[in-house]
């Protein structure tokens, strides 16, 4: 009996007790009508075919081991997860051991996330072991997770397989040993299909209204593909535009790819191809949830045979209906590819759209967004001919006692049919590309930042939204905020509330502040008139912060290198540096009672009346630090 598990020293949801531990799970079970005689289910790998034979969740791993060497229990609220595997051709396992966990192991080792399960709730849980059972009669091969113990209806994801319905409440097995209690086996049941004759079929541009959610299928088009993904030998890509609605009063679960399949008129059914977001470098269109009143539009991407013709869209709705059952929706696509107009409905503003300058409270966290522009960027590697960049430029303030994020992903940008933009930073050679939103805001701080996303060039209509997630610890689901931009580029004054005097401290040159493990200080700053860079962006002007870092740990650390400097203006306006240098050369660890000497470089407004250098440490807790550089009493940031 040989387990492997992970090697890496990242965090577990498992644990091996040095003395007894007494873990009770308690499962309700549940089977729904399956059978031995329905079909196994299959795992393709590099080694050969497996086939799964059972599921279950166990109190302890391997099933009904105590406390011997290598017994293993949940951490806290979760629970283990087996699904147990052989092979499909009845071989042994032990022919295939080294091939399968060569191609199993990074999963654990390395995280990649890629061989993992995802719950009814949406919960995402790793592979976190494997596990090879040899025995007289049989070999077995086990893939071992802990997901949260209040998840259930999984479903498999394994490279290269399409996903593998674990049934609902279909699992399972427990290994207590209590006299009392039922064992129930059940085999693997395969995905729902609740297509039937006589069955309604929608078309393309119908509006179809099942329990809270709405959607309509615009269209389909062809896409020969790029440098990055092609169609097989053989196949061709089918591009389909959908909109999704939340017709509601809760917020609808993201819609995943996996509930999305494409039927040809043989019935033959096509998994969505979503190694396309991937090459893109774009995130999947329906990665975030509804909230009532919300649209959102995006395009998915089948792959399917040359010759095939006569498709339907085929949408399962269980994963957006929970706790209800779902059911298929078929839409019939149109024999030639086009689009269909967007019903009036799917164009009506959002619920409680905000104005540009408009005051937005949530918790300890008040934010406007002050207008926005567009750019293009001919030079940018990253932005295409037909694309061009439109920047948010946004404050908020912190009137709490903890320090907040507000991540740039936290802000997001679509149109009004509900198509979301990708967040690009700007790559240019420009001052508006030095601006950035802070990820942080410290109790006391007010900062002013810009965002930018990638848009077609005819884009109008556009519609920014804030995700303040839990700030407000009341609030059991994100709370969004839409802020409609209006036709044209427009900035307003920010709004009173953040001209108010900020609260959190601040420091003088040369004072020395610790920081975890590392003391520091900003020791001077200069104003070159001439650098080694070349003449800033037309009306900015070089700026050059020199900061020294000791390590007080006894050990050598690379804590030094984790705090980040940016530096902010009177306007609360962040910058990040341009470059910066350290000196000297300790390759990413400081030896212990040495000094790191490192100097950012930055380019700031010429008019900049007051500058402070802002020295931020991510680690578990953000820890902010920030230092006077100058004002009018000082050198006159000159």
Known sequence: MVTYD????????????????????????????????????????????????????VDSFPPGCTIEPGCEYPIGDHRILVIWTERKDGGNLEEISDKLMEE???????????????????????????????????????LVFA??????????????????????????????????????????????????????????????????????????????????????EGNKFVMVDIVFANLGSRMLNSVHSFD?????????????????????????PFD?????????????????????????????????????????ILVALSAQPGFVKLPAEFLIPFPGTRKIGDVITNGDLTLSVLGWESMLDEKSMFLPEDMKYVVIELVAANHGNKTLSIRNYGIGLKNITGENYDFLPLTGYNGTYMI??????????????????????????????????????????????????????????????????????????????QMGTVLLTVTNVVFPKKTGFGEPVDGYKWVFVNITKQNTEANPSPDAFFIQGYVKDEKNQYYKSYT??????????????????????????????ELL?????????????????CDSSLNKCE
């Open 104 to 142: 199993v192991l990074p999963y654990i080792n390395e995280k990649q996330g890629n061989l993992y399960v995802i719950a009814s709730d949406g919960s995402q849980t790793n592979l976190e072991r494997v596990h090879e059972q040899y025995e007289k009669s049989n070999s077995r091969f086990a």
């Open 6 to 57: 992970d090697i890496s020293g990242n965090t577990s949801m498992l644990f091996r007790p040095s003395t007894l531990a007494v873990v009770s799970i308690v499962l309700i079970l549940l089977v729904s009508g399956c059978s031995s005689s329905q079909p196994e289910q299959e795992l393709k790998t590099s080694s050969g075919t497996l086939v799964i034979t059972d599921v279950e969740f």
């Open 288 to 328: 975030k949830g509804l909230v009532p009143g919300e649209r959102m539009r995006g395009k998915i991407l089948f792959q399917v045979p040359m010759a095939d013709s006569g498709y339907v869209f085929v949408f399962n709705t269980t994963w957006v209906s929970l706790p209800k059952p779902g059911e298929d």
């Open 436 to 513: 950035r939103m802070p990820l942080t805001i410290a109790p006391g701080e007010h900062v002013r930042g810009k965002t930018s996303f990638k848009v077609p060039k005819e884009a109008n209509n556009l519609i920014s939204f804030a995700d303040f997630y839990n700030q407000d610890p009341s609030s059991d689901s994100t709370y969004r905020v839409f802020i409609g931009l209006g036709e044209n580029p427009l900035t307003v004054p920010a709004p009173s509330q953040f001209s108010e005097e900020q609260t959190m401290q601040i420091h003088a040159m040369g004072e020395l502040v």
């Open 260 to 284: 999305m399949k494409l039927r040809d008129a043989s019935g033959n059914k096509y998994d969505a191809e979503t190694r396309y977001y991937y090459a893109r470098s774009s995130p999947y």
């Open 580 to 609: 910066y240098y350290d000196s000297p050369d300790y390759r990413g660890k400081v030896p212990s009672g040495a000094t790191l000497n490192q100097q950012y470089i930055y380019m700031i407004p010429k008019e900049t009346r």
């Open 147 to 232: 997901p949260p113990a209040s998840a259930n209806d999984f479903r498999l994801f394994w490279p290269g397989n399409p996903a593998i319905s674990l049934g609902t409440g279909n699992i399972i097995r427990s290994n207590q040993n209590s006299q009392n209690e039922q064992t129930v086996m059940a085999s693997v049941t395969p995905a729902r299909n609740t297509a039937r004759s006589g069955q309604a079929i929608y078309k393309e541009g119908e509006v179809i209204n099942y329990d809270d959610i709405s959607l309509v299928i615009l269209g389909w088009s062809p896409f020969t593909g790029n440098d990055e993904i092609k169609p097989d």
């Open 613 to 629: 250098v802002v020295l931020e440490e991510n680690g578990q807790v953000v820890h902010k630090e920030f230092f006077l550089l």
